[in-house]
């Protein structure tokens, strides 16, 4: 007889936009992506604002009428009924709200960036191993069958060594006036108070693929002196606000003799002609000494890569799609889902599924050492280009009672 599926029961910490895409992609069915060994539910929302608003989320997101609505995070670390807390708040608040649900005895995946620093990413990592529970970043482009995918190829060799990945991540913010771009300087991607810029927003999904390229593959010594950490390089060019716009990373392995280069900025576009689109060419080159593959943007979703190879089998020998799949049948929500529900966040979910059900406190997909490598890459590009966030966000003392964590 079929096993039942393992069921997770989730609780989500904030009610915004990622909170929303993160949470129906939950509740689509996991057969619409061939998925039948764990399921997900929604057991718990909170909001730092009201409870009301919480009732609002769950009611959008079509969770079951049984899900309980909290009007402060506190209530939601202490639910016994929640498996996992996915924390959705700005990069700012990751560090003391993760540590408030994991303080609780509470499995945590984190949003990224995972926190504002590396000393506050070693801090969690500390905590999650002292209470015995799960913690994961949510960089969900990890878990992308397409990522899969090409991390087999490259370990498999088809393109040779890996010499170099350029990855790039824009998102086009500019308005007429030079100086002022469209979001508000309160909008989080600007706002140093909410631990803003382009490095934190959009810089860690480049690192992403630098890295799970060029260390995740990484084959470890044998001598059990870990792999390599590469060497930084990094310029900034910040906004009004003090927030990075403009960023630019050389990561340099020099043992391995590889390179990844990074850029990201709210200035310019990755795909000037829209999401998804082909036209501007690959948003990450994965360049091989056979060959090499393109991958196409935005770098956070992808959906098509190519691969290329020279010599005998020169030219374009592989395109591959790899579109997200969509629920047509995800109850409750409105507006463009009426066509149907997919984001692609499902997979990500469906990796702590299987850690939890075999209880493993990390993903081998991103380890708690690689968040912390990345971290520590974020840290020197930070400190290179002088990008220093308020005193109350940098600091690695938890407080529960700090104002980031709402009120209790
Ligand atoms: N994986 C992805 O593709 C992806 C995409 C976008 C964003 N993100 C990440 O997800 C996180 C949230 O981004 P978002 O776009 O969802 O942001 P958002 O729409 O602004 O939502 C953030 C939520 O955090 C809560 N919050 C608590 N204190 C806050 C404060 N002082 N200012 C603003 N919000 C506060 C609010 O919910 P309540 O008060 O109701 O709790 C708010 O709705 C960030 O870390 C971001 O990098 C990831």
């Known amino acids: ?16 936009g990622i ?7 939950l509740l689509t069915n996991p057969a619409t992506r061939s998925v039948n060994d764990v399921r997900h539910t929604i057991v718990a929302a909170a909001s730092s604002s009201s409870e009301s608003r919480a009732v609002e ?17 506190h209530a939601l670390a202490q639910d016994p009924n929640i498996d996992v807390v996915y924390v959705a708040t700005p990069h700012s608040h990751h560090f003391q709200n993760a540590m408030l649900c994991l303080t609780a005895g509470k499995n945590v995946l984190c949003e990224k960036a995972f926190t504002v620093n590396a000393a506050q990413a070693r801090l969690l990592v500390e905590k999650a191993k002292e209470k015995g529970v799960f913690l994961m970043e949510a960089v969900w482009t990890r878990y992308f069958p397409l990522s899969v995918k090409i991390r087999e190829l490259v370990t498999s060799g088809k393109i040779g060594t890996v010499v170099k990945v350029n990855a790039d991540l824009c998102i086009n913010g500019s308005t007429d006036d030079a100086e002022k771009l469209s979001f508000s300087d309160k909008h989080r991607a600007v706002n140093m108070d909410l631990a803003g810029g382009a490095l934190l927003d959009l810089g860690i999904y480049t690192l992403t693929w630098v890295f799970q390229i060029l260390y995740l593959c990484q084959k470890a010594p044998a001598d059990g002196s870990g792999k390599e950490k590469p060497k930084i390089l990094a310029a900034i060019d910040k906004y009004h606000t003090g927030a990075d716009a403009l960023t630019s990373i050389i990561c340099h392995w020099p043992k391995q003799r590889t ?20 036209a501007a060419g690959p948003a990450c080159r994965i360049q091989g000494t056979k060959g090499e593959i ?21 030219g374009v020998v592989e395109e591959v799609e790899c579109p997200i799949p969509k629920d047509p049948k995800i109850p409750g929500v409105k507006g463009e889902e009426e066509l149907g529900w997919g984001h692609g966040m499902f997979w990500e979910a469906d990796e702590v599924a299987r850690c939890l059900r075999d209880g493993k406190k990390q993903s081998d997909l991103l380890t708690w050492e690689e968040s912390i490598v990345i971290m520590d890459a974020m840290d020197e590009v930070r400190k290179q280009g002088d990008l220093v966030y308020p005193q109350e966000i940098e600091s690695d003392v938890y407080d529960e009672k700090s104002p980031l964590n709402g009120s209790s």
């Open 19 to 25: 909170a929303t895409t993160f949470a129906k992609d």
């Open 57 to 73: 989320f769950l009611k959008d997101v079509g969770a079951p009428t049984s899900a309980k609505a909290y009007g402060s995070y």
């Open 1 to 16: 007889m079929a096993q039942e599926p393992f069921t997770v029961r989730w609780g989500i910490l904030a009610t915004g």
């Open 259 to 278: 390179m990844g280069i990074a850029t990201s900025s709210w200035r310019v576009a990755t795909t000037p002609d829209g999401e998804g689109s082909p």
């Open 294 to 314: 393109q991958v196409f943007g935005p770098l956070y979703r992808p959906t098509m890569y190519r691969v290329i190879m020279f010599g005998g089998e020169r």
